[in-house]
């Protein structure tokens, strides 16, 4: 074993045996090294292997920001990763988009009415409707569906939305270069939002899990994103 996969060992102990916890900070670099009797080399090649996961964020200097710290943000290295697996073209936009509506409709399908989430994606479609430009459309947008993920209260589904979404956003906005009217497809689009709002508010979870499959494959067959893609 490589002497900084010493190090990643260790620290998933302390994280599952409850001695390491979100906000907690690490021993001192020095320190660490000496007690698992490795480089300090190793411990840094270690913290930033778990710093790019989103699992440790270091701070150097002093005061209260200084120090190794425990965080949680696994969106961060899971979006980078298949962001490159879609660059290398591994893995295929058209099955990361299917991918994409299977965790949508399943979200919507148990999304709470009651959950505040659910609050902030009706404030993002009053946003949406007097928003200018393709670009914050867009933003707005991949902030909704967020949104509606996290109101089904499943913080391992909310995580890979978030990633999947990430990965393909750029993507689907180079797309909108495809449609012939942009200004018809937003429009459209602000309506099929505020369906799917509607049906999750009316606790009917089957009909909103059939709205977000249509709005998803209905954007990206408008925008022509082929078999092949």
């Known amino acids: 074993m490589r002497t900084h996969q010493l190090v990643l060992t260790w620290i998933e102990g302390e994280l599952s045996g409850g001695r390491l916890v979100l906000g ?57 990763a298949l962001r490159l697996h879609v660059a290398t073209s591994h893995l295929p936009v058209k099955d990361i988009v299917e991918t994409r509506v299977l965790l949508e409709s399943w979200a919507a399908s148990r999304a709470r009415p009651e959950a505040p989430s659910l609050a902030e994606a009706g404030r993002l479609l009053d946003q949406m409707d007097g928003c200018a430009g393709t670009e914050a459309f867009l933003e707005l947008d991949v902030r909704f569906h967020l949104a509606l993920a996290n109101a089904a209260g499943n913080a391992v589904v909310s995580a890979m939305m978030a990633s999947l979404r990430e990965a393909i956003q750029g993507y689907a906005g180079r797309l909108t270069g495809n449609l012939p009217d942009w200004d018809s497809t937003a429009a459209r689009l602000r309506a099929e939002h505020r369906g799917i709002l509607a049906a999750i508010s009316a606790h009917d979870g089957g009909r909103a899990a059939r709205l977000v499959a249509d709005h998803i494959e209905g954007y990206y067959a408008e925008a022509g994103l082929g078999s092949g893609d």
């Open 24 to 80: 907690g900070r690490l021993p001192a670099e020095r320190s660490l090294a000496g007690q698992l009797q490795v480089s300090r080399t190793s411990v840094r090649e270690a913290i930033r292997v778990l710093e790019a996961m989103g699992v440790l964020r270091a701070g150097v200097g002093s005061g209260p920001d200084a120090g190794t710290v425990v965080i949680a943000d696994p969106t961060a290295a899971l979006g980078s």
